[in-house]
């Protein structure tokens, strides 16, 4: 496992709101504007360096501080795309919610599951750190993630002070159990492989829920081979044990990925949906 890991502060000023001039990025009926780009280098791990970007609202809550959500993109845990949600990120932030997108080390570097908690740790200190000066509130922000990225973002939200809400797409929430055939995890996955099966058990956001959680909006697809929906479901259950929020929206037809831009129909539905879950969150 890897243990070294450098914060660093590097910003860099990407751009003001111009993703809404590209028609191929983004969904006619969503409107992508009013926010810049800051780029950060967050950390490097061995030879990696991990970067973050945090979209800004150029119009916050009556110009006090902004409500943010970090996103965290999925992969198998082989790939990470800090462009994975943008289009997402870029709708909230044009509603005045920050988006802070970030990636994370994979098996090709190295890196297992504590690796990637460490990281998100890193990105969110980060934040910590620039929110008086970017004006972001740290007593309302979340999380939003898909497939192999729910269960680090989804243990981030339950133990962190502050955290309202998590959402998640066609996400796994126990890390022992491949439910109805399901390919994922991968069996033998390195990036599962360095912890025991009671290690995993305490890894697995089911089994980390406590008093008080985090509201939780989850989509799933029935169709998913990849990742039973069951999951989600099981997940949804345990938060409505504690006592917490939470919201589950089953899709019949829709496979792995279905909320993708291009992928589906879905996107622009499930865009809204999270939208309104977390604006819903914040007003309570």
């Known amino acids: 496992m890897m243990r070294t890991l450098l914060l660093t502060f590097a910003a860099t000023l990407l751009c003001a709101g111009a993703y809404a ?7 006619a009926d969503l409107t992508y504007d009013g926010f810049t780009t800051r780029s950060y280098t967050f950390a490097t791990r061995g030879d990696r360096t991990l970067v ?13 501080p902004r409500p943010f959500v970090v996103y965290v993109p999925g992969g198998s845990w082989r790939t990470c795309g800090i462009g994975a949600f943008r289009r997402q990120s870029a709708y909230l932030a044009s509603q005045g919610i920050a988006g802070v997108r970030i990636v994370y080390s994979l098996v090709g570097d190295g890196a297992d599951f504590s690796a990637g908690l460490e990281e998100l740790q890193a990105a969110r200190d980060l934040v910590a750190a620039c929110a008086g000066e970017l004006g972001l509130d740290t007593l309302r922000f979340g999380y939003v993630a898909a497939s192999a990225g729910t269960p680090l973002a989804a243990d981030e939200a339950l133990s962190q002070a502050g955290c309202r809400f998590f959402v998640g797409y066609n996400g796994i929430y126990d890390l022992t159990r491949r439910i109805d055939g399901s390919r994922f995890p991968e069996e033998g996955t390195p990036y599962l492989a360095p912890f025991s099966d009671g290690e995993l058990r305490d890894f697995s956001p089911v089994n980390r829920i406590g ?3 985090p509201a939780v909006a989850l989509f799933h697809g029935r169709a998913d081979r990849t990742i039973s929906w069951k999951q989600s479901q099981l997940f949804c259950d345990a938060v409505r044990a504690a006592d917490g929020r939470a919201e589950i929206v089953l899709y019949d037809d829709a496979r792995h990925g279905f909320f993708n831009y291009g992928k589906s129909d879905y996107h622009e539905e499930v865009t809204r949906k999270t939208a309104a879950f977390i604006f819903s969150v914040l007003g309570e």
């Open 21 to 27: 001039a590209d028609p191929e990025l983004y969904c």
């Open 211 to 213: 008093a008080d959680p």
């Open 52 to 64: 973050l970007e945090i979209d800004l609202p150029e119009r916050g809550d009556a110009g006090g």
